[in-house]
């Protein structure tokens, strides 16, 4: 049962904030890094897209458009139907094209940014987060490359959360007392 507000002691509330934020802090951290390997994942994927894309539009280019006479026409383009529609499909694989190579760059720009917060860790604190939550090893695993025992693994970690929510709270001000241009 919880006490009444006016029976919380100041030490109490503070350990209640920090305890909310540490439990929503890492939450977050953890959506992030879900979303890490998952755009890792997406850009393996969107990468084979691309590749595809580009064979097909080379397949194209060289199959159909030795067989084609380029006439020029009058208001530009060519006179030939089948020219044109041979431009046109390409001009189709190279929209899908750039619309792949746009999605890469964002989902490159997410990873980096998750590659800046980890890189404003401590060096321990950031293997044993990438170990954990990007390379998915147990306690046990990392416990031995680092030499400690799993608590004090579990532990750096947390403090880790508790350092990481604090530059992503810090970063979250930043942006809201930024003045707008």
Request: with cysteine; charged share 30%.
């Amino acid at each position: 049962m919880y006490a009444p507000a006016s029976r919380i002691s100041r030490s109490g509330e503070k350990a209640l904030i920090r305890n909310n934020t540490g439990t929503l802090g890492e939450q977050r951290i953890n959506s992030i890094f879900r979303r890490y390997i998952a755009a890792q994942e997406e850009i393996n994927a969107l990468l084979l897209q691309l590749r595809a894309v580009k064979r097909q539009e080379e397949e194209v280019d060289t199959s159909i458009t030795g067989q084609i006479e380029y006439q020029p026409h009058a208001k530009g383009g060519h006179a030939d139907p089948t020219a044109r529609a041979v431009e046109q499909v390409i001009d189709v694989y190279q929209k899908k094209a750039a619309e792949i190579q746009r999605r890469i760059r964002e989902l490159i720009e997410e990873r980096v940014k998750t590659d800046d917060l980890l890189a404003r860790l401590m060096p321990r604190e950031e293997e044993v987060i990438r170990e954990r939550y990007i390379k998915k090893q147990s306690w046990t695993a990392i416990a031995d490359m680092q030499f400690l025992s799993e608590r004090q693994c579990q532990r750096i970690a947390h403090a880790a959360f508790n350092r990481m929510a604090q530059i992503l709270a810090g970063a979250e001000t930043e942006q809201r007392e930024a003045p707008e241009i």
